[in-house]
Structures are given as structure tokens and as C-alpha cells.
């Protein structure tokens, strides 16, 4: 079992455009941590510690107060280019901020700068996490990119520090920005490069009045069923790390320890969320919801073990454990969410997310220094820690029904990928048009519809059969696996046909939006749909001229 996951990840890490991606999420990671230490070194010697913090600020709250409307760009802008760009923009911004450095340039010009660059890049994640999904063709392949994923951030958050630390002595601030300005621009050119199935799907005219909440669409993605606990169990975590910033800091420095041992306590971490991602590598796609608990368990428990023996050898193996705990709800959870999400809303549901993440993160750095003065350092952290790993237990009943959630319906799922026109979707995308689905009984001789109605629903026969008629004559016939209702639906027209039962049957149907989109938003499918209208339009014309048979 394990070999033949090792064998997929492979096959689904060959894939060139997934490594163009991949790619670019490196470059981003190492730049963003080197770019953190570079600005802050110049903060300092503009303005003293005080910058240090001020410039950290800066860096980090324009992009979490715009990534929601930025992501709006992620669902109706060509995803590879709006990446291009935004690193082309990020080359710029690092420019700028060579510029600030050879000429010494004070505190607000250099704020302004990374102001600059914070708004520039509020785009990156959400466009980079909801393209993923698109590049696979499987759960189990999601699963491979999305560890794949989580192995390249930990080494990332290792290589930069470690590459700025290796230049500056060398180049000095302003030689390790023109660095990192270099590798953006190899970032652009891997973007640029990168071929996506995902086609933008124009807003509906009629939605211009309301075109203002585009930005909060994927808030409400996030409130659906099943992404609603998902996200409750993401959101703890992410206040937990905010806590965990200033814990371990205080931890650190408490007992006459230095400000190295923080390094080397952060460092434990990326060491152990290195090895959890290489162990997620063999993750299969079902069962997720054990491996989510189990990453909020390795984040609680190590919490309040440090806060139980906080000097010593214990922390960093409690950190690294913490680590691994991380990489495995990363992945397991990404790949949930990939998967519930419709790539239509992807890049706004991951804005969102990105803004209550940022939110839930300051909550915990702003409640950890109220938190220590009241329970203590050590009643703090186990106190938080406790209540963290308790959490899946208690949501256990509901955290366990995310699997039939994500993986149910295999039947509706084999159903959909027999309809040749859902045939170029991926596996990821049937299943979210499964779960989408639901299913209708008729009698024999039941309408389902006629002709000159407006459309709003597409169909599959799952058993029994149906006529299709034009004008009172009967065009052709339909049994299972056979699908109708894309005509209407894809030309915005009105029913071109009636549809009665010929037997008892049961459909399988599609709401309008949710198929629209998933045929629409994928080019080799929009162009499958729209080769299969023209067909089905021919053969009408061709029966209405009487140069042909009706269709049996």
C-alpha cells in the first residue's frame, strides 16, 4: 500500500505545470523569510527596536486586510499570469528596496515601502492554493501535492534565513535583495509557464448590483457544512500559534536563557514539520479526519508539556513533535478543503481564509502577554494546550463524518464519470459535482421538462429512461448514464426540448451554478460541452429540414 502511494506521488509530482507551482512557492517561502530579516535589519539601524516590531507590522496587516479582495482576482483573472505579475511586482518592490538600502533611506520611506509589497502580495496564497487542485486529477494526487507542499515550506523556512545569513556578510543588505529580486523574476518566468485547465467564469451580468459582496463570497464557501468545523479546528490552531510566538520567546529567555535558544526552539520545529511532511507523503485520501485530530493533539499536548519542563532537552522535542503534529493536519486538512471547495470560488474561499488566519494569529499574540502576567508562563501554555488537544476529542463525533462527507457517494461518483460530457473533469471536480447532487423519483409518463421553460437544473439518468421531444416529435431516447439539460444551461436560452419518462426513474440533478461553473471553469471540458451543443443543435436542424430519422 505504502509503495503504491510512493509510486503516485511520484507520478503526481512529475507533472510539469504542478512543479512550475511548486516552484514558485519555494521561491516565495525563501524570499519572504529572507526579505523579513533583511527589512528588519535596516529597520533597525533607521529607527531602533521599535522599527523592528513597526516594520513587522507593516509587512504583515495590509495583506491580510486585502487578501479577501485581492482573491477576487484568483477567480476571474487568468491565475498563471495574475502570479506572473504579482512576482514581477514583488522584483520591483525588492528593487525599491535596494535602492532604500544603498542610499539609507529612513524609517517611512522604508515602511512605504514594505506597505507597498505586503499589498502587492496579498494575492499570492490564495492563487497558489487554489490552483493546486486544478493540477492533479486524483485525491490521492492532491494528497502528494499538497505534502509536497508542506515539505517545501518547512525547507524554505530553513534556506532563507539560512541564504540571507550567507549573503549578508558577503553582499551586505542591498546585495541580498538584488538576490532575491533575481529569483522572483525566475518565479515570474515559472508562472508564466504554467498551464492550467481552471478557465475564469465571467461574472452574471445581472449580478452587477451585487457585485460588491464578490469579495465576501468566500467567507460564506467557508460557513458551508463539513468547511465549518474544518475551519473552527484551523482557526484554534492558527491562535495557538500566535500564542506559541511569544511563549516560546519567553520560554527562551526566562531562567537566564538567551535570544539564540529562540532560534534553536523555532528551528526544532521546522526540523519536525520536515519530517511530518515527508511521513504525509504516504497519506492515502481517505480517513483524513484521524490525521487532523492527531495534528491538533501534537499541537496541544507539546504546548503544556513545555510549559511543564520548559528548560532542559524537552522543549525542542516537544517543539519538533509540534512540528511534525502540523504537517500532518496541513496536508490532511488542505486536501479536505481542496476538495469541498469549487475551483469558481477557490481563490476567494483561501482569501478568506488568509483573513481570519491573520485575525485568529493576532488574537493569540495579543492574549498571550495578558494570559502569562494572570495563570504564569507555564500554567499559560498548559492551560492553552490542554484546551487545544481536547478540542478534536470533543468534536470527534462531528470531526469523523468529514470522511463520508469528502469521500461519499462513490456510486454518484462512478455514475457522473460515465457522462461523456463530464469526461475531461478530474476526479476532484466529479466529486464535488457528487456531492452537489441530488436525486429525483418519477413514475412513467412524468414530465421532467418542457419545452420553452427556463432552465435551472441539469440531469443524469441513473435508471429507467426518457424521450426527448422537439415540437411534439420525439428526437431521440435516453437511458442511464445518458445525460440532458446542457443546451439551456451553457446558451442561457430556454428548454429546447420536452423531456418525459418512458419507464420509473430516477435522475440524478445538477443545479444550474454548480454545473455551469464546473463545465465553464474547465477548459477541456467548456470545449468538450460546446462541441456537444453544436452536434445536438446540427441533428435538430438536420430532423427539422426532414433530411434525417428521429433518433431512437
Do not use: K
Request: proline share 6%; charged share 15%; hydrophobic share 55%.
Amino acid at each position: 500500500m505504502l509503495r503504491e502511494r510512493l509510486r503516485g506521488t511520484r507520478r503526481a509530482l512529475g507533472d510539469r505545470d504542478l512543479a512550475r507551482l511548486l516552484l514558485v512557492w519555494a521561491v516565495w517561502v525563501t524570499v519572504d523569510w529572507a526579505t523579513l530579516i533583511t527589512v528588519s535589519l535596516l529597520a533597525l539601524d533607521a529607527g531602533g527596536p521599535a522599527a523592528v516590531g513597526l516594520v513587522g507590522a507593516v509587512r504583515v496587516l495590509p495583506a491580510a486586510l486585502l487578501s479577501a479582495p485581492a482573491s477576487v482576482l484568483a477567480d476571474r483573472r487568468s491565475r498563471p499570469r495574475l502570479l506572473a505579475v504579482v512576482c514581477t511586482g514583488w522584483c520591483g518592490v525588492a528593487l525599491a528596496l535596494v535602492a532604500c538600502a544603498l542610499a539609507g533611506a529612513g524609517l517611512p520611506v522604508l515602511l512605504g515601502v514594505v506597505a507597498v509589497g505586503s499589498a502587492v502580495g496579498a494575492a499570492v496564497r490564495p492563487t497558489l492554493q487554489s490552483m493546486v487542485p486544478t493540477l492533479v486529477t486524483s485525491p490521492a494526487d492532491l494528497v502528494a501535492a499538497n505534502s509536497a507542499w508542506a515539505t517545501i515550506e518547512a525547507v524554505a523556512t530553513v534556506v532563507g534565513p539560512a541564504l540571507c545569513a550567507a549573503l549578508l556578510g558577503v553582499l551586505g543588505p542591498a546585495g541580498v535583495l538584488g538576490v532575491l529580486a533575481a529569483l522572483l523574476v525566475v518565479a515570474a518566468a515559472a508562472a508564466a509557464a504554467i498551464r492550467s485547465p481552471f478557465r475564469p467564469v465571467p461574472p452574471d451580468p445581472g449580478s452587477a448590483r451585487t457585485a460588491w459582496l464578490d469579495p465576501f463570497l468566500g467567507f460564506a464557501v467557508l460557513a458551508r457544512p463539513g468547511l465549518r468545523l474544518a475551519m473552527a479546528i484551523f482557526l484554534a490552531q492558527t491562535t495557538m500559534r500566535g500564542l506559541l510566538q511569544v511563549f516560546v520567546v519567553l520560554v527562551a529567555t526566562s531562567g537566564g536563557g538567551s535570544d539564540a535558544r529562540a532560534g534553536t526552539l523555532f528551528i526544532a520545529m521546522g526540523v519536525g514539520g520536515l519530517l511530518g511532511a515527508v511521513v504525509a507523503l504516504g497519506l492515502g485520501p481517505r480517513r483524513g479526519s484521524r490525521w487532523i485530530a492527531l495534528g491538533i493533539v501534537l499541537w496541544g499536548v507539546p504546548v503544556a508539556a513545555v510549559g511543564l519542563w520548559p528548560q532542559g532537552g524537552a522543549a525542542p522535542v516537544a517543539l519538533a513533535a509540534l512540528g511534525f503534529g502540523n504537517a500532518l493536519l496541513d496536508v490532511s486538512g488542505y486536501t479536505l478543503v481542496n476538495r469541498l471547495v469549487p475551483d469558481h470560488l477557490a481563490g476567494r474561499a483561501w482569501g478568506a481564509f488568509a483573513a481570519l488566519g491573520a485575525a485568529a494569529m493576532a488574537l493569540g499574540s495579543v492574549a498571550a502577554p495578558a494570559l502569562v502576567p494572570v495563570l504564569g508562563l507555564g500554567g499559560a501554555m498548559v492551560l492553552t494546550g490542554l484546551l487545544l488537544a481536547a478540542a478534536p476529542v470533543l468534536a470527534w463525533p462531528w470531526l469523523r463524518r468529514l470522511d463520508d462527507l469528502v469521500g461519499g457517494r462513490p456510486e454518484v461518483v462512478e455514475l457522473l464519470r460515465r457522462v461523456p460530457l463530464l469526461g475531461a473533469l478530474s476526479l476532484v471536480g466529479v466529486e464535488r459535482l457528487a456531492r452537489a447532487s441530488r436525486v429525483r423519483e418519477l413514475a412513467a409518463d412524468a414530465v421532467v421538462v418542457r419545452q420553452g421553460d427556463a432552465a435551472t437544473e441539469y440531469f443524469v439518468v441513473a435508471e429507467g429512461g426518457v424521450a426527448v421531444r422537439r415540437d411534439g416529435r420525439e428526437v431521440r431516447r435516453l437511458g442511464p448514464a445518458d445525460a440532458f439539460g446542457e443546451i439551456a444551461l451553457l446558451d442561457g436560452t430556454t428548454r429546447t426540448a420536452t423531456v418525459t419518462t418512458v419507464a420509473p426513474t430516477r435522475l440524478l440533478v445538477l443545479d444550474r451554478d454548480g454545473f455551469v461553473a464546473a463545465v465553464t471553469g474547465h477548459r477541456p471540458a467548456d470545449a468538450l460541452a460546446r462541441a456537444r451543443v453544436a452536434d445536438l443543435r446540427a441533428a435538430d436542424r438536420e430532423r427539422a429540414r426532414g433530411d434525417g430519422p428521429p433518433a431512437g
